[in-house]
């Protein structure tokens, strides 16, 4: 399905006063929810592997890390926004088997490992850049995420 099939789909969605539509097709799912007045859909894109690849990456290896960037959030001038450095598919745990790398809660330091980007099947580690106290994880395991998208608030005090 190319993009502009999917966008197609979304103006027919959104037209259509329906509230969700679920479309699944071999290794791709889409999710198309629209709001209550229908005038914003929310669409997820999730990219399934197959069951024979799902064996090899029970443990990857992060080729390359690379640091999160951090900005003030507009909210709360104590709280720290750490966002995606690349596009990709964003993981809270490095295996399926492992346990999340931080929930809410959780303190961290400067260079802990936060979640896992996958970009063009390179699993990147992304890394705090400031020290304190996960507030809130604004995406979902297995979600893809766009360059600069917030991932996590941060409370440094």
């Known amino acids: 399905m190319d993009l502009k099939e999917i966008q ?4 027919f969605v959104s037209n259509s006063g329906v509230a969700e539509v679920k479309l699944e097709m071999d290794d791709v799912k889409i999710t198309i929810k629209t709001t209550v007045e229908g005038t914003t859909p929310e669409i997820t894109y999730l990219q399934q592997a197959p069951v024979a690849q799902a064996a090899p990456q029970a443990a990857p290896a992060p080729v390359a890390a690379s640091p999160a960037a951090a900005a003030p959030v507009a909210e709360n001038s104590n709280y720290i926004t750490v966002k995606s450095p690349m596009i990709g598919t964003f993981y809270r745990k490095p295996s399926p088997d492992k346990p999340m790398f931080v929930e809410v809660g959780s303190t961290i330091s400067k260079g802990d490992v936060v979640c896992v980007i996958e970009a063009m ?3 990147n580690e ?4 400031v020290s304190g106290k996960i507030v809130k994880i604004l995406v979902d395991d297995m979600s893809p995420v766009e360059f600069d998208q917030p991932l996590f608030i941060v409370d440094p005090s």
């Open 126 to 129: 992304i890394e705090a850049e």
């Open 121 to 123: 099947k390179l699993f």
């Open 8 to 11: 197609n789909l979304i103006k």
